[in-house]
């Protein structure tokens, strides 16, 4: 996943001459994100809600936000260029952003302002996945293992270790999400989920047959949980993460963001347009492909209707 995002990132903004930001003065050129671009066309790597609004994050510091769903502004302070990876909200107003320089910005507001709550530029760290328990409590993964937990919003972060063993502890930690009752789990390089039965304190790391690495999961309405990620790999599990069997997706496309909808049905993301959509619990995936073949990063169920991000921008259903 890295090197997709990476390369993704380092090409497909630069391609779009559109979308190139206005010359800018030195002082703001690395440390806030560029301005007065086309907020439709940045290339972006997730998407969330936050109350009715859709907030999207991308390459570049880039953060976007709507509330209907079809015309989109810029965030008014992003005091970063790094490319943001994750975005979650804890409420209407209060949120999270992760990316690259192991940054975290914080917002209060809705995601209009956000914060420098940690970066180490140079260092080469990598965020994915950021998750919050609740306003206070929340854990960032990453790269080579990086694992971070607060307990004070963000202000803070201390470095936990998932395994004793160095070769599981080293996995990159691709996606960050919640089960019931406590439970945490995170997709993972080489087939490996973590898993934690007391809200993040032990992890035990979970080997599937599968090979490539999972890029995301999501724990289902139905108490079942999903993961999918290279080659179009997809896996359930009906006993709380513990054991992991393959389910057909009828694509080697890679899938990137599993999201359920209110009525319960399933949506599975893909690179190349791609859309596996379930409708029942024991139903097959359908596969789609969009016309566009869009590399398709993270979707909102909005009132308007299904809204996308990719790297091609933002895209629609309509």
């Known amino acids: 996943m890295l090197g997709l995002w990476l390369a993704i990132a380092s090409s497909a903004f630069s391609a779009q001459g559109q979308n190139t930001p206005v010359k800018e003065d030195a002082q703001h050129r690395w440390t806030h994100a560029p301005s007065k671009v086309d907020p439709m066309r940045g ?10 609004r859709i ?25 970063t260029r790094s490319p943001l990876t994750s ?12 990316g690259h320089d192991g940054t975290i910005l914080g917002t209060r507001d809705g995601g209009e302002h956000w914060d420098i709550l940690r970066q180490e530029r140079g260092k080469d760290e990598v965020l ?17 293992g990086l694992a971070l937990e607060t307990q004070d919003g963000g202000k803070t972060w201390e470095r936990r ?29 080489s087939g490996t989920i973590f898993r934690s039965a007391d809200s993040g304190k032990t992890w035990q790391a979970i080997q599937t047959a599968n090979k490539g690495s999972f890029w995301t999961g999501k724990a289902l309405s139905d108490g ?30 890679s899938l990137t963001v599993i999201h359920e909808r209110q009525d319960a049905s399933v949506l599975i993301t893909g690179t190349g347009g791609t ?24 979707v909102v169920s909005h009132a308007s209707g299904d809204v996308f991000v990719s790297t091609a921008g933002i895209l629609r259903n309509d």
């Open 128 to 144: 994915l996945s950021i998750w919050f328990a609740d306003a206070q409590h929340g854990f960032a993964v990453g790269q080579f």
């Open 275 to 298: 859309l596996l959509q379930r409708a029942g619990v024991h139903q097959d995936f359908k596969l789609q492909t969009r016309g566009d073949n869009a590399s398709l990063t993270g």
């Open 87 to 98: 975005v979650h909200f804890h409420d209407a107003k209060q949120g999270w952003i992760t």
């Open 224 to 253: 079942s949980l999903l993961a999918a990620g290279m080659r179009g790999h997809v896996y359930r599990s009906q006993d709380q993460g513990l054991s992991w069997t393959a389910a057909v997706s009828g694509t080697q496309q």
């Open 43 to 52: 290339v972006f790597f997730a998407a969330t809600q936050a109350g009715q």
């Open 55 to 79: 907030v999207a994050v991308g390459d570049h510091g880039l953060v976007v936000l709507s509330e209907d769903g079809k015309t989109f502004k810029q965030a008014q302070k992003v005091p």
């Open 161 to 189: 270790t998932l395994s004793t063993q160095t070769h599981v502890a080293e996995k990159h930690l691709i996606h960050l999400f919640p089960g019931r009752q406590g439970m945490l789990f995170i997709a993972a390089e």
